[in-house]
């Protein structure tokens, strides 16, 4: 009796040890910080994390200036779709965000799923010429002088 519980305690010991690794290990998966990129000419300075989960669960469907919100996703499997998935949307995982897309298409509250890029360069392409685009990114990964507006993410 007294071993069982030797084996219950290490097997708790394990599993804490396990939960606090992975914790601390998908915090460090990011080269550099997450952002969300815009037009330049949006009026943005800072996103709260409520404000990107409007914008991409496409509840919110204008800028405040009336444009109309035109979202790029990161690539499916992308350390930036598991942070928008995880830390923004937190519907916890990319199958949970495309259930919720077609829940939305079906309700038809949204006509389609936004087009996910393949990576930053064309995420900044995109939203550089789209005045009402939106994405998220690797700050590290932008590639330099791509005529995006940069805006910080208060509360990640």
């Known amino acids: ?56 669960m496409m509840n919110r469907k204008n800028w405040p200036d009336g444009t109309g919100i035109t979202i790029w996703l990161p690539a499916w499997g992308s350390d930036e779709m598991n942070a928008l998935t995880t830390k923004v949307i937190k519907c916890g995982s990319e199958a949970n965000l495309k259930k919720y897309y077609l829940t939305a298409i079906f309700q038809q509250k949204i006509v389609e799923i936004p087009t996910s890029v393949r990576d930053e360069q064309e995420a900044a392409r995109l939203v550089a010429t789209n005045a009402g ?16 507006k940069v805006v910080r993410i208060k509360d990640f």
């Open 1 to 56: 009796m007294h071993s069982d519980k030797k084996i219950r305690w290490g097997n708790r010991t394990r599993a804490a040890f396990l939960c606090v690794f992975l914790s601390l290990s998908s915090g460090a998966a990011f080269a550099g910080e997450i952002v969300a990129i815009v037009h330049p000419g949006n009026a943005a300075t800072e996103f709260s994390v409520d404000d990107l989960k409007k914008i991409f």
């Open 133 to 148: 685009g939106i994405a998220i990114v690797d700050e590290s990964k932008i590639p330099g002088d791509t005529g995006v």
